[in-house]
């Protein structure tokens, strides 16, 4: 099953991968580009792309750089839940700021990534947004001093 959603995970053959691949390295590719690379039509990609998408397979955004627009603080809150632990996710994957949340097993229920414009603004997030949701019981905040790497281009089974 599927963690996300609870439906059967969805088998992909060897030309959705590599589309998925060539995304993946350049998600502006160009249907033309990618069909030439794995033997398909323009209009037989895109239309590959459109059911990946439309499946929840696979999402093509924008990744950008927090600290260029503005956002001085990222970090990482460690979550203590008391309780189900689904609707404390749920209530924290509300806050604008959130842009990461996975229930883990560990010293900590929850890891949720936060994006801040300020230290002052983190720590309103955290004293009177996160830490007042029902059920959390504790928080452990690591702040990021630089971003070493971060990849989105891990392939397909």
């Known amino acids: 099953m599927n963690r996300k959603n609870d439906h059967p995970v969805i088998q992909l053959d060897e030309v959705s991968k590599a589309i998925i691949e060539q995304l993946q390295q350049d ?44 956002f001085a603080r990222q970090a990482m809150v460690g979550v203590k839940v008391t309780g189900p632990l689904e609707p404390v996710a749920d209530k924290v994957a509300e806050l604008a700021e959130v842009d990461y949340v996975v229930v883990t097993a560990g010293a900590y229920d929850l890891l949720v990534e936060v994006v801040c414009e300020s230290d002052e603004h983190l720590l309103e997030l955290l004293s009177c947004r996160i830490r007042t949701i029902e059920g959390v019981a504790a928080t ?17 089974r």
């Open 140 to 156: 452990e905040t690591f702040m990021y001093l630089r971003l070493r790497k971060q990849t989105y281009s891990w392939g397909v």
């Open 27 to 70: 998600g502006r590719r160009s249907y033309a580009a990618i069909g030439k690379v794995v033997g398909l039509s323009e209009a037989a990609v895109r239309q590959r792309v459109q059911r990946l998408i439309d499946s929840g397979v696979m999402q093509i955004v924008a990744v950008t750089d927090p600290l260029e627009l503005g």
